[in-house]
């Protein structure tokens, strides 16, 4: 049977409302992996020293397997206002957590409107959340429950869950204590004598993203005869406190003199994660749900360098300006691909500028729901499902961002508008397919085109008491 007539047999479209409906209702598994530059993931081809150096064979394979998204974006530039993006649903001009802060805005909580998993529940998909999985800063078990996950395992906050080799982590609600990762239980390892970073031992402990796996995978099982949406927010490759960057074994990086010793422990940790990739597309593959499964792999934010000591071996975002905490390419263009056996076209590439607050309407238009009013995004699923012709088309993202300055940036067609500084900073002006780098501000040349991004800019930024720009104002 011909691809072409499986997928007549499969899908019927429903033109009104650019809704999908599916003989039976894809699960969706959404991985989204914290400050992994697109510079440093080999198969984009963007650094030479990571396609050397770097090995993703699982990754890799679902690339060859899957579609590339070469435009796609991340919330924002950094993890928590990226997260709130991708678990509201809404751009960075109308979330209410637009830069990383030790204390949430008041008004965060309750939610103003549906979440992520809540979206997903709605849709029929039982719901599972791993991981570095707060909306923002941290949370409350029950505001975490409160997103409307089945079943979640992870950590309240953004710092704790840096830890590979916690010795508790949050399952429930419940705070389970993980004996197996107590220092008497690791005493004498290259961990503790090293403990920003090391290498604690094939066999000893338990490396969270191995338990994340497990768990997955268990909760797989436990619903392959439903549609399942799982949400795996993995912290590899964060380093920092309180764990630093801990990996059960160097694997090919132990013998490679170049490199220092933070950066063998960084690149395993990658390929850590990279394994288990290929364990949870191994499950799929094993009970038959590969080809009812879409399977996406991401980045929350462009590259942070600091883990392993602003070396220059590798160049973690190619040839895009500026890195994480940046609203220029570097800081939010990101990785992405999709893998769904049957229906994606194998080793095929979109160019469609996505976002993952494009998340939970392309989730909901998976289960048959219509897209609610509060939703920034669009459903991507018409391109997933290999008909791109029905793809509804985004006039512009918009983001903004209060780090390092107050910062606002559009993308619209070829066109990339960026400020810095509020209401009365100038603004610059790039064309993407001449200048990816954002060297040449045309600003100047293009008055008009200064003046409909400006407006832009106003337009979507909603007013809140702490994201402000108004000049003189914090």
């Given amino acids: 049977m011909s691809r072409g007539l499986k997928c007549l047999l499969v899908f019927a479209y429903v033109f009104a409302g650019m809704s999908v409906v599916f003989a039976k209702q894809p699960n969706v598994i959404y991985i989204n992996t914290d400050d992994w530059g697109i510079g440093k993931v080999p198969f984009m081809k963007m650094d030479p020293a990571s396609e050397k150096i770097i090995r993703t064979p699982e990754l890799d394979r679902l690339r060859a397997d899957g579609v590339l998204f070469t435009d796609a974006y991340a919330g924002n530039a950094v993890c928590g206002p990226s997260r709130c993006s991708l678990i509201s649903g809404r751009h960075p001009g109308n979330a209410v957590w637009r830069a990383n802060r030790k204390s949430m805005p008041a008004d965060i909580w309750p939610p103003k409107h549906p979440l992520l998993g809540d979206v997903a529940r709605s849709a029929g998909y039982a719901t599972a959340a791993f991981g570095k999985i707060s909306a923002g800063g941290t949370m409350t078990p029950e505001q975490i429950t409160a997103c409307g996950w089945d079943y979640w395992l992870g950590f309240l906050g953004h710092i704790d869950c840096r830890d590979f080799y916690a010795d508790s982590i949050w399952e429930n609600g419940k705070q389970i204590p993980l004996a197996a990762n107590t220092p008497e239980v690791l005493q004498g390892t290259s961990l503790l004598k090293n403990k920003g970073s090391g290498v604690v031992g094939e066999g000893k402990g338990v490396f969270i993203e191995d338990l994340y796996t497990d768990k997955i995978i268990e909760f797989i099982g436990k619903n392959k005869d439903r549609p399942f949406f799982i949400y795996f927010a993995s912290t590899v490759p964060h380093g920092g406190p309180p764990g630093g960057m801990r990996v059960p074994s160097l694997g090919p990086y132990a013998d490679m003199e170049k490199l220092s010793q933070r950066e063998k422990v960084y690149c395993a940790l990658l390929t850590a994660h990279d394994r288990n990739v290929g364990r949870i597309r191994r499950a799929l593959e094993e009970l038959g749900l590969a080809e009812h499964t879409i399977l996406i792999w991401t980045s929350d934010n462009g590259d942070e360098d600091s883990y392993y000591h602003r070396t220059k071996t590798f160049d973690g975002n190619g040839p895009f300006r500026k890195k994480k905490r940046s609203l220029y390419e570097g800081g939010i263009r990101v990785p992405m691909i999709a893998y769904w ?52 088309q985004r006039e512009y993202l918009y983001f903004e961002f209060y780090e390092g300055g107050k910062q606002q940036s559009v993308r619209k067609g070829h066109w990339k508008a960026y400020r810095k500084g509020g209401w009365e900073a100038p603004i610059e002006l790039y064309d993407l397919r001449k200048d990816i780098g954002e060297e040449d501000n045309l600003a100047a040349k293009h008055p008009e085109i200064v003046e409909s991004m400006r407006k832009i800019m106003r337009k979507e930024h909603s007013p809140h008491p702490i994201w402000n720009l108004d000049k003189g104002k914090k």
């Fill in 341 to 392: 056996p049957g229906t994606i076209e194998a080793g095929s590439e979109s160019n469609l500028p996505t976002t993952q607050w494009d998340l939970m309407p392309t989730l909901a238009d998976a289960g048959g729901k219509p897209l609610a009013e509060h939703m920034d995004g669009i459903s991507i699923l018409p391109t997933l499902s290999g008909q791109p012709e029905q793809q509804t």
